[in-house]
């Protein structure tokens, strides 16, 4: 099952690579994903323990910020962020509300921070092996807790099925190819049972768009597996997965009566027509401000006060006054990115994702395979590490269409970070092989055992 040309059996073969000493600093940034990624702040908050760890999480980046003053690369400088964060800034002064505003730029600026810094700092695959391992255990870490209750009743976001569904969808594509692609057993089996949990938890999610990811990931891995008779087998244990958690969880046939509404409601009732008379509001809005939207996070003031002083009395499905759609979210980033943030934020989040796949795209390549399969510990080669990455973005922008995500959720960020930083290292590492220049990364490590494992193997 491998996916990569065979350098998964390579890197079983090379011999093992001599564990780094992890300095202070990496440390801290394995610290500051950890509060992202698990959010020990938040539950102890629920568990009754007071707010002091969401205060300590915010002071920490004090020291990020000297972090990345003294250490900053220039491959940290992600100008689309840069775009992003400087369209939030034009519209703070304007913003009709400046708390929904205020919400999603402390996430943009928080995730654009520990992105950049995480370039700047990690500097070996080893290093970058660690943030994935941190990265794969929280799909397990909170797939258990929800699976009971289609979602974690103590977390902000993931207690919503509208966001635990899409999660365990992202989880699943990710942890495909690490159960095909690691070198270990124990990763292997744990991607597995990542897999399982991610169908089982999608499904009991309740959620339409999360199974409508979930459909289109499993395609993709299909479509990408070049083994397709051994992909069958997988195929045949996630789909009786999927279908047992069905006749459990929804003995009645729930299940099936709340996707046929996908077909039968389309834009004409239920959920979906409330979702089109948004999207309408939002391309007539966006009509009205092209170039930077009605302001992030404000497309629900905005439509309410537009309308209101247009005399609309009754817009359709539940919005029989404009009123009633001040506190909404449009349930599709991208239209939201449209009337928010106009032609610019479209641009600018378009070339996030053109950027990601370059990314991925450059880490299948033959050289950096061969540049960094010696130097990971054998536990994922780029290859499979790429498409693990790509197949979890497929899965998040698939449900974006449905749910507002970016701006609400650590996903797209988390996942483009750990594209960047392994695209940046491979670089630095096929650099250094070809002559063109010592990489950052092996400075601080001559006359150290890896610096001598390093130079000294084929």
């Not at 039968?264 to 979906?272: I, P």
């Not at 309308?307 to 499905?317: D, P, Q």
Request: net charge neutral; charged share 10%; glycine share 10%.
């Amino acid at each position: 099952m491998d996916q990569s040309g065979g350098l998964d059996g390579l890197a079983s073969r090379t011999k093992v690579v001599p564990v780094e000493r992890t300095s202070a600093r990496i440390i801290f940034i394995y610290v500051m994903w950890f509060f992202v990624w698990y959010e020990p702040d938040w539950l102890l908050e629920a568990l009754g323990g007071g707010g002091v760890l969401v205060k300590l999480y915010a002071a920490l980046f004090v020291p990020v910020c000297v972090l990345l003053w003294t250490r900053f690369r220039r491959e940290a400088l992600f100008w689309p962020y840069l775009v992003m964060i400087g369209i939030f800034l034009v519209w703070l002064p304007f913003a009709l509300n400046r708390g929904f505003l205020i919400n999603g730029f402390g996430k943009v600026v928080q995730y654009s921070l520990l992105t950049a810094l995480t370039v700047s700092v990690l500097e070996t695959p080893q290093q970058v092996i660690t943030l994935l391992k941190l990265f794969l255990f929280q799909f397990i870490w909170f797939g258990v807790q929800g699976l009971p209750t289609a979602g974690v009743t103590w977390h902000q976001n993931l207690s919503n099925d509208d966001s635990f569904g899409p999660f365990m969808t992202i989880g699943l594509g990710f942890g495909y190819y690490v159960a095909i692609g690691a070198t270990s057993k124990k990763y292997r089996y744990l991607g597995v049972f990542i897999c399982l949990l991610g169908v089982a938890g999608t499904v009991v999610s309740f959620a339409r768009g999360a199974i409508i990811g979930l459909c289109v990931v499993f395609a993709m891995l299909a479509i990408r597996a070049p083994r397709k008779l051994a992909f069958l087998g997988y195929g045949v244990v996630l789909a009786v997965t999927g279908l047992v958690v069905i006749m459990l969880a929804f003995p009645n046939g729930e299940f099936w009566n709340e996707m046929a509404t996908i077909t039968e409601e389309g834009a004409s009732a239920g959920t979906g027509l409330q979702r089109w008379v948004m999207w309408q509001a939002a391309g007539e809005l966006f009509l009205t401000h092209p170039i930077l939207g009605v302001g992030p996070g404000n497309f629900g003031p905005a439509a309410t006060e537009y309308f209101t002083e247009r005399g609309v009395t009754n817009m359709g499905s539940t919005f029989d006054t404009p009123d009633k759609m001040y506190m909404m979210a449009l349930h599709n980033d991208y239209v939201q990115v449209m009337v928010e943030q106009g032609l610019v934020g479209l641009f600018a989040l378009a070339c996030v994702y053109v950027h990601f796949f370059k990314c991925v795209r450059f880490l299948r390549t033959e050289a950096v395979q061969k540049a960094w399969v010696n130097h990971t510990g054998g536990f994922i080669s780029p290859g499979n590490l790429a498409l693990g990455l790509e197949a979890a973005m497929v899965g998040f922008l698939v449900t974006s269409v449905f749910y507002p995500q970016l701006f609400i959720n650590y996903w797209m960020w988390s996942i483009m970070m750990l594209a960047l930083v392994s695209s940046a290292i491979a670089r630095s590492m096929i650099e250094s092989t070809t002559g063109t220049g010592r990489p950052a990364w092996r400075n601080g490590m001559r006359g150290t055992s890896l610096e001598r494992t390093m130079t000294t193997e084929p």
